[in-house]
């Protein structure tokens, strides 16, 4: 008899190895049948779990080769009611089949197949914002809260205000008595927190606030015409060049919207040598200390000249969300048309076929060489 087993396992190895040829042959040739037609995974990585075929595979045989080895342990004691041993072929070859197609097809909607394309004409609101960052030694001040200068206010309001952004392309320009580019546009927020995080007053060392340099330097971003563009000037106010005068035509003819935002209180405060070692003293002219404070008149005349809103926060961590409300009339004027090619994902197919399989799979013990 346990020949007889020995020859049914040998015949059911070969009809399993036989049924994977197969099957992984036919797989293939459809696979280099529809790929000319442009399918493809989104996901292809996840064939890597096709390797847990062959260790199911390896699991049934182990499990066939117990049985054959329980059967010739006990087969001395012939039929009783404690254990009855028998080998079915068809029975083990369908669960193991059914099984491992189960895992197959489930891999294949893992990796997401897609299949064919379409154009889909679409929509949507682009804004270019560049924010100009006042980096004179006046937002060393600390007038707001103590130890904390008006520079690190803002910088929190900046970051908060990037936190609200959606999809806007974003540049940073900084500026004192002259103006550079920190950061060129993009819509990498994580980057632009961290170049912000990093800005210090010792960055330029000409000294003084000019808003017009900031305006033209930023003008220099504006490439894409189809974008609406937007200007933020973050500042004390306290411009005393008055170039902003010479940029206002110029803003206009380009349609750039502009937002002003003080920092500071009209109370003011002593500007530190050294903001991060108050010991060093603070700024003096003619043997006397300067007092910094919030020019919000200054604002308001730079404000009403552009036709800009102009907001103020004295707030350790202001609120910026008004700017956002404020530029959302430009992102409403400017919709830019575009067409995507979207692909079909089929991945319900094989999922659906892994389900079938399953259900297969749990019949086959009430439906073969049921006894």
């Known amino acids: 008899m346990i020949n007889e087993f020995n020859s049914r396992f040998r015949r059911l190895l070969q009809l399993t190895l036989i049924a994977e040829a197969v099957f992984w042959g036919v797989a293939m040739l459809l696979y280099a049948f529809v790929k000319p037609g ?15 075929i062959p260790a199911l595979f390896a699991g049934f045989v182990w499990r066939w080769l117990w049985k054959i080895r329980l059967y010739d342990t006990y087969r001395a004691m012939g039929k009783t009611r404690m254990i009855r041993v028998r080998f079915q072929p068809i029975r083990y ?12 097809f489930v891999v294949v909607a ?8 379409r154009k889909v004409k679409g929509s949507r609101r682009v804004l270019d914002l560049v924010i100009c960052l006042d980096i004179s030694s006046s937002m060393n001040t600390m007038d707001i809260a103590e130890n904390t200068s008006r520079l690190t206010v803002a910088k929190r309001g900046l970051i908060q205000l990037l936190n609200n952004l959606k999809g806007e392309r974003i540049s940073v320009v900084i500026f004192a008595n002259e103006a550079y580019t920190q950061l060129p546009l993009t819509m990498d927020y994580g980057a632009a927190k961290m170049f912000i995080q990093e800005i210090e ?13 900031a305006l033209e330097v930023a003008q220099e971003q504006f490439r894409d015409g189809e974008s609406g563009h937007a200007i933020v000037v973050i500042t004390d106010g306290e411009d005393h060049e008055q170039q902003w005068l010479e940029q206002i035509e110029k803003l206009r003819e380009a349609k750039i919207e502009l937002s002003y935002y003080g920092i500071g209180t009209t109370k003011g405060g002593l500007i530190p040598n050294d903001p991060y070692d108050l010991s060093a003293g603070y700024k003096r002219e003619g043997g006397v200390a300067v007092v910094s404070r919030l020019d919000r008149e200054g604002l308001r005349k730079m404000a009403a000249a552009t036709n800009s809103n102009v907001d103020f926060s004295d707030a350790p961590f202001p609120d910026m969300t008004s700017l956002i ?20 994902n089929y991945f319900q197919v094989p999922l659906l076929i892994a389900f079938f399989c399953f259900l297969a799979y749990l019949f086959v013990p009430l439906l073969v060489n049921r006894e």
């Open 110 to 117: 893992m990796a997401q197949p897609v299949m064919g394309s």
């Open 38 to 52: 442009s399918m493809d995974f989104l996901h292809p990585g996840m064939f890597w779990f096709f390797w847990l």
């Open 201 to 213: 007053t010792s960055m330029i060392s000409d000294q003084g606030t000019n808003v017009g340099a």
């Open 93 to 104: 070859f369908l669960q193991y089949f059914l099984l491992r197609c189960v895992v197959f």
């Open 325 to 344: 409300a404020d530029l959302s009339s430009v992102q409403n004027k400017t919709v830019k048309e575009m067409e995507f090619q979207v692909q079909h």
